[in-house]
């Protein structure tokens, strides 16, 4: 496996480039946005992506453009490995008008129409029936376009997911879940709240469930191509299972942490950053240093560029706040 | 034009949109094959086929939800919701999906989705099967609600939800599917907030709502022969509500009964009677009378059951209050 | 095992002459009620259970008075197989004053407190927590009281079952659920709505299932005391699918039936009878079949009278119906 | 009397409750070791034990089921929803269920339940955290539903609702754990039904509920500069309903302006206008003015939220109008 990835990277490392730049920016996005919080200078919470960018960049990279997804209330990730430009993801966090939403959404419900993504929800499992909706579209309208469900192992509590994964399975949906399992529902350890094996859920509607190490990309990426494939040749749905962690609390506000270890996060951060283990991998097939370093750069530029704009941008007109209630 | 059924608008409507927009999609339990529990749907499924009128898991929430994502992605479903007290299963769908995400997306997202659902009771199901919930949904910004009480209104008020870009619940009384109304051959709509004068009159307005239109129109018989003139005003949609023909009314009458099928608490009925209280305050001779149904649980004991929904009796006396008589 | 059984009915055939006796009761109390029905003598409609008799009758066997059970739509069987009487029932169903619930409850909300009957729901699935919250309440109390929730297969539509299983599971509470597969939801046949194995799904959150011949009275009966005895013990919720089928349509006004077959209607009734095939076992292991005959005759009786008794009985006090909104 | 504040006394009044009586819980997601995502009950876990103070899975329905369970078996859950806005998940069990158990069975069972949730907004928490939903409750036969504006009321009423036989549904404004009160060391409770006067006076009366409480008073003190004395009522519980205080100071005053933080339109502020209306039309100067949120799901971006919510400078700006001072 490690060889044959290895010889994967060798012969063509460019689009794992991509990939680093990809889940490089996530990391600098969310690190700026906890800045932000901290320097109260973002309104409200946010839910930090870090430490789970492989999963998000890793099955995004299997999609296309017009492919549809679902985020969560954790869905800064999803929105840039969708895609997503930085500054006007910072100018929705700070509820400025060049904002995706107008500054509307705010963090927890960022959209982004131009790439399909159908937007963050902040209601645990919210987007299931969404999800499995836009699939079920794009069947019907006949084109081969197919959904991605993310969502925490949390909403594996809400019936809602049982209820669309059967309808999913029965009609053969070209829909893909994937749980995020960061070990986490908010501040109880997932073991305490889900009965049984995470795989033998969607099994039962019939769905194949496979698990992903979620902290390496290239086996992300690989099992999302296969559920894609599946879902693109009329095959059904899959379920993913990603062991993943976040690297900060719950929200920007979780700092002191109580039901969990500092050795937990530091064996977490230390041996398994998946920006760390990508990097290793490209430069263990030969990718020049100077080349993480200079995207490491542009990374940066552009997240300092990003939340500048957001910053100077203009909070919406007052008389926006009746407008888009009704289409 | 011709006579037909409420319950055959209704399928009418469907048939049309259908044939004339292939993003529009029926779906709920049993609508296909069983044409729906109450078989007003009998037939559709043969015209337009199983992907186009599709039978689904008894699982409200999640088919809502495919809906709402179908409706998100181009599609124009209507999603049929068997008894309007299951809307209990599906609020989160509805309420927090659904009505938000074209504001939350500041207007790029867009949900042209229609849920079709009953209120109403007397049909001894007891009390799970009994509710008027539309005062829920009114309550909730992002939707719109239609309350046809005519096969005429079903039909058009139908077309209109389909062919709107938001989320609508259109609520039918299910006591209703088999009135006869005049209804035309040709293609028409109604457009949404705009209330209808059913009978029109002097002394006292009546604004009513779905099934209560009929007892109101009843009512107003009953008080014509004692000689009170009573106008009868159907909103045919809370929201958007027509204030203005309301208000006109009242000041015109200067008497206002509000009867709904829904509880009388927090309901209907109230805001009714506070947008016409605000909008002819000084031109009402008494404060407006509210009929809604009894605050309880609707029984199932046929006995019981009938005293907790307003009725043209209880119309009539408060009207007769109203004007003086007796 | 059919020796095992015949066996077990000729060492002491008390108890299923009993059962025998609760199965016929329930068979006629639904045939009267459908006459009731057709006769324009009841408001509303009805689900009637004949056929299924043999699910409820093993199952409340296996039961202690005071052990809970929630019931659904088709609920008849239920509350008479755990002891309801007759007559109170038809007066429930008639709307009157000495029904179980006053006539307030009617045919779809049949409860009887003093068994611990909590109650039919027209709610698919609506008592899935109920029973499970039963359950918790048993043990939080120290009792060893058991909760049986009882639904039809068309219930696995429901999300909330999946919630209320993985608490079940979770902390392990003495809680049976049984599924009553009777093939179709409504009007739709259950392979149309149910994705995968229906085992798989109480598996999936660590709960054992188990299919079970549901015109068996004997075999659901052993099965239930298993998973009585398990969650007596403390080990926790079981999962049974009984295979079973309504004689009836899906309510008394579904006379053309236009989903299913006459022949396998026929096929049911005539091979897969539970009363019949409990009978003929009677019978083949030496029980006089005058005994039948008797508790034949006496079970006419008891419905007769119950049905007069309800008939006669007074209608409830108008002021009755804005009593008990409140306790 | 010792100032602690509304969470302290909310935790106050549940560690008192579940000291007198071994069958009350609570139960909810992150209730136990995290002590609420408010962090309102910390430290009950480590005196009542994990048995009575239980986290659950994300599952509101389920637990909310299962609580329900457990109060017709003789148990006394408190039930935890972190956020008001989950109520659309619960809806079934709440309404179909737990509301309806007593009188469909005839008044034999009973479900003993408490929910406590939230309602508010300007916390920065966009549509699907912020609603104020009470108005649903409220129209729900079967259910009562308090709403604690201060310390004092929040352990009061708290502690009422748990000894109540019936579903209560409390809802705390979560803007207002931080705020102090005076709050005496005995043990007391608060009848459902009684509406308390904040402030007495003599022009107006400000019937607000909840978060609106503090609102009110606040622009009774910048109207009291003004010369114009401003009365508030706070109903506390809207089920039960106090009608008659309400009633009583509208007769004094009236004029009367009613505030609450749910939606305006079909919601709290229609039903409190009516019944004020119906008792004292002929008394009031002007028809009753209604403040509530503005219609629109509630935005994230602060200078838009900050214009849904009802607050003092609106209520002032009411009162100075009904006084005849513009
Ligand atoms: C229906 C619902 N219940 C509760 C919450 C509050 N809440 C927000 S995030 C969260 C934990 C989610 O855990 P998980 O799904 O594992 O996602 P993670 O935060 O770990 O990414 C909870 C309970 C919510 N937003 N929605
Ligand atoms: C939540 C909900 N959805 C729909 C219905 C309408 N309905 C009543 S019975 C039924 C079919 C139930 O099928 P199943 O659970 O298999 O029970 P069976 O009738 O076969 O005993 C349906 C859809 C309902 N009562 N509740
Ligand atoms: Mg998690
Ligand atoms: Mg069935």
């Known amino acids: 496996m490690t060889e044959e990835i290895t ?5 063509n490392p460019e689009p794992w480039l991509e990939a ?8 600098h996005f969310e690190e700026q946005v906890d800045d932000l919080y901290r320097s109260a200078r973002m309104p409200g919470l946010a839910h930090l992506y870090a430490g789970e960018e492989a999963v998000a960049v890793g099955v995004c990279m299997a999609l296309r453009d017009d492919d549809y ?29 060049p904002g995706y939403c107008r500054g509307k959404g705010g963090s927890m419900h960022i959209a982004d129409q131009e790439r399909n993504n159908l937007g963050a929800n902040a209601i645990v499992g919210g987007s299931a029936g969404i999800a499995t909706g836009a699939a079920f579209s794009a069947r019907r309208r006949g084109t081969d376009q197919v959904a991605v469900c993310f969502f925490g192992e949390g909403a594996l509590g809400q019936g809602l997911l049982y209820e669309a994964m059967n309808m999913a399975s029965l009609w053969r949906l070209p829909v893909i879940y994937v749980c995020e399992n960061n070990l986490y529902n908010e501040y109880t350890s997932y073991r305490e709240t889900t009965a049984g094996e995470l795989t033998a859920r969607p099994r039962a509607f019939g769905i194949p469930g496979q698990e992903v190490d979620g902290q390496d990309v290239l086996a992300v990426h690989a099992a999302a191509g296969q559920a894609v494939e599946r879902a693109r040749r009329g095959d059904g749905p899959s379920f993913l299972v990603c062991h993943t962690y976040r690297f900060y609390g719950h929200h920007v506000g979780d700092v002191d942490r109580a039901y969990r270890t500092r050795e937990e996060e530091r064996a977490w951060r230390d041996r398994r950053d998946p920006l760390r283990l990508l990097a290793g991998r490209l430069l263990e097939a030969g990718v020049d240093p100077a080349r993480l370093e200079r995207i490491e750069e542009e990374v940066v530029t552009e997240v300092r560029n990003g939340v500048d704009f957001a910053l100077q941008a203009p909070y919406p007109d007052p008389s926006e706040v009746s407008q888009h209630v009704y289409a | 034009m011709r006579e037909i059924t409420l319950g055959q608008a209704i399928k009418e409507a469907l048939a049309e949109e259908l044939r004339r927009d ?11 094959e069983a044409g729906t529990a109450f078989k007003v749907l009998k037939g559709l499924v043969e015209e337009f086929g199983p992907e186009r009128v599709i039978d689904t898991p008894i699982s409200e929430a999640g088919f809502t939800g495919i809906g709402l994502g179908a409706a998100m992605t181009g599609l124009r479903p209507v999603i049929d919701i068997m008894f309007g007290d299951f809307l209990t299963l599906v609020m989160d769908q509805l309420v927090n999906q659904a009505a938000k995400v074209h504001y939350m997306s500041g207007g790029k997202l867009k949900a042209p989705l229609v849920v079709r659902t009953t209120l109403g009771a007397t049909r001894r199901s007891a009390a799970q099967h009994s509710q008027s919930l539309h ?8 939707l719109k609600v239609a309350l046809p009480s005519t096969p005429y209104d079903a039909k058009g008020l139908l077309k209109t ?4 870009d938001n989320p609508v619940v259109v609520f039918e009384d299910k006591m209703n599917y088999q009135q006869r109304g005049l209804v035309p051959e040709g293609e028409y709509t109604i457009p949404f907030g705009v209330a209808d004068v059913k009978r029109p009159g002097e002394d006292v307005t009546i604004v009513a709502t779905s099934s209560m239109v009929v007892a109101a129109l009843e009512a107003a018989e009953l008080l014509a022969r004692e000689g009170i003139s009573a106008e009868v005003v159907d909103p045919r949609t809370t929201v958007p509500l027509d ?27 109230a805001e009714l009677a506070s947008v016409i209280t605000a909008g002819a305050f000084y031109h009402l001779d008494a404060p407006v009378r509210r009929i809604g149904a009894m605050h309880v649980p609707i029984p199932f004991s046929p006995v019981l059951e009938d005293l907790t929904v307003p009725n043209a009796a209880a119309i009539v006396e408060a009207a007769r209050e109203l004007c003086g008589r007796r």
């Open chain 2, 243 to 269: 204030e203005e023909t309301l208000i006109r009314s009242a000041v015109k009458t200067s008497r206002v009964i509000v009867v709904d099928e829904g509880y009388e608490r927090y309901g209907v009925t």
């Open chain 1, 69 to 97: 997804i679902t985020s969560t209330h954790r869905g800064h990730g999803h929105c840039l490995a969708k895609g997503a430009s930085v500054d006007r993801m910072f100018a929705e966090l700070l509820g400025k008008e």
């Open chain 2, 22 to 32: 292939p993003t529009v999609f029926v779906m709920g339990e049993d609508v296909a």
């Open chain 1, 20 to 27: 680093y730049r990809r889940m490089l920016t996530i990391r």
């Open chain 1, 7 to 11: 010889a994967q990277l060798r012969a």
């Open chain 2, 135 to 142: 005062a829920w949904l009114s309550h909730v910004p992002g």
């Open chain 2, 161 to 164: 939800a389909i062919r709107d």
